[in-house]
Each structure stands twice: as C-alpha cells, then as structure tokens.
C-alpha cells in the first residue's frame, strides 16, 4: 500500500484522536468538590475519551505499520467516511422521486423545542417520556405498545444511568411533577 493510501486510511483516526486529547485534556481541568467514595463528574468524559484515543491510536499505528490487507475489514471511520461519499453520489434513476417531508422536519423541530421548554417545568421524566413517545409518532411508528413500552423503559434507563451511575444531575421538574421524579429516585436508590 503506497505512503498517500496509508496516510488517507489513517486521517479520520488521528482526527478523532487528536480532537479526543483535545476534549481529554479540557475534561481533566474540571472543577468539582470530591464526595468521599463516589466518581466525579470528570470520571466519565475522561474514561470515554481515554477509550477513543486508545482505539484511534491503534489504528493509525495498524495502518502505517501493517498497510491493508485484501482481506482486511476496514474500520468504523472508514466506512463511515466511504458512505458518506456513496451518499453524494446520485445512483438513483433518473425517473425515481425523491420523498421529501420537509413539514416532518418542523413538526420534530417543534417537539425539540417544547421538549426544551418544557423540561424545567415538568421534570426529565415525564418530558422525556412523552417527547420520545412523540418523536416516534412523528416519525410514523403506530405500534401503541411498543412505543410506550420504549419511551418509558428508555426514559427510565436514562435516568438511571445519568442520576445513579454517572452523577449528572437533572431537573426534576416544579411541584406537582417534581413527586414524579423524587419518587422514580427514591425507588431507584437515587439520592
């Protein structure tokens, strides 16, 4: 494999590492007060970002000692970065309409934006819950069960995850939706 093909293989890798350092290098000046057996805030963002450097550095290593193989399988960045260009690429028929829902757009624009205003007043849950039940809707889904079980299990996994395991804290809405979320925290062990 020629020095340009190793050097264009390696690029996205040493991107995302580099801005990955960057962010590492950013998250490890946070200022926090230590709680005594817990993990600070900055645990998480270094942990993730620590990963991402790891895996891009063994790649750009992988590729400028090894070069590629024909039987190689390429890498996430690579097959990202090789969609992309299929997608600028017009393949389709000439005869063969574009489907366009651009009122779609606004209507998912419009939930974003009342998810956002929204969550102070009515708490991370029940605004979680409904935007995400919503979102599907918006998009077409029109299984009734399966999107209420996917918005609350979801809604709930991610309040969990953020409150108990990573320590991020997040509104629990004005009363009387506040008894919502003190209540999912008091029977998920969340303090």
Known sequence: MSGDARFTRALPYAIVGAAAGFLYYVASDFQFHARAGTLGPD????????????????????IAVFGA?????????????????????????????????????????????????AVPLLGFFLTTTTYLAAFMVIGGYR??????????????LLLFV??????????????????????????MGIR
Not at 47 to 58: D, E, P, Q, S, V
Not at 75 to 86: C, D, F, N
């Open 43 to 62: 645990f998480w963002p270094e942990a993730i970002l620590a990963l991402t450097i790891a895996a891009c550095g063994y790649e750009v290593v992988k």
């Open 69 to 117: 193989r024909a039987d190689e399988v390429g890498g996430v960045l690579e097959e990202i970065v090789e969609e992309s260009a299929g997608k600028h690429v017009d393949v389709r028929p000439v005869s063969t309409p574009v489907e366009s829902h651009p009122w779609l757009l606004l209507v998912g624009m419009g939930a974003t934006i009342l998810y956002v205003l």
């Open 143 to 156: 299984r009734w069960g399966v999107i209420a079980a996917v918005s609350l299990i979801g809604t709930l």
């Open 162 to 187: 953020f409150m108990k395991l990573v320590y991020v804290s997040l509104p629990i809405g004005q009363e009387p939706f506040s008894r919502v979320t003190l209540f999912l925290m008091q029977v």
